[in-house]
């Protein structure tokens, strides 16, 4: 089986890489030619996963699968949310966005947080989606240089260190694109 994951970020692609059986074929966006910017307007996090597997099964043929993930504070009213990429402006930038991210929840005492991963599939003409959340707290430092956008800011529930401090394999077990990755797979060899 051969699919198309709709990311240009090769850490979400090594993150999946690793849980997807050996029988199926990953290709990215940049092995299809895909350079364009894909859309992702919508008001949720769900919308947006759809919105890129529908555009992908649309302009390219292929069967495929879009991931799209927020971070959702819950002292800051579930936000960035949908947002997250953009949270500090239109160059979405990890580390505009966490500093930001650090000064809205100064003082604050609710520290919780979750992030919450929706993928849509698209495959034989259809289309499913996955959910996959891990609920956590924000830090009141950076702490770790390992991950990505928000890694080193949030902690998992239970653990004393951020996503930034533990490896890929464990993230990928409690982390939530990992669940929803685990949901797409059971689904995948159930086909
Ligand atoms: P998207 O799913 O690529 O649109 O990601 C939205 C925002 O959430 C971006 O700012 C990403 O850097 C951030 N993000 C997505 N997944 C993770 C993650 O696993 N850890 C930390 N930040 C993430």
Known sequence: MQ??????????????????????KLLSLKDIACTEDIPETQATIKGNAIQKAEYLKEHYGYDCFADDTGLEVEALNGEPGVYSARYAGPQRNAEDNTNKLLTELKNKANRKAQFKTVIALHLNGELHTFTGICEGSITADKQGDGGFGYDPIFKAEGYDKTFAEIS??????????????AELVDFLKSK
């Open 3 to 24: 699919l198309v994951f709709a990311t240009n970020n090769l850490n979400k692609l090594k993150e999946v890489q690793a849980i997807i059986p050996q029988h199926i």
């Open 168 to 181: 890929l394999e464990e993230k990928n077990k409690i982390g939530h694109r990992g669940k929803a990755v």
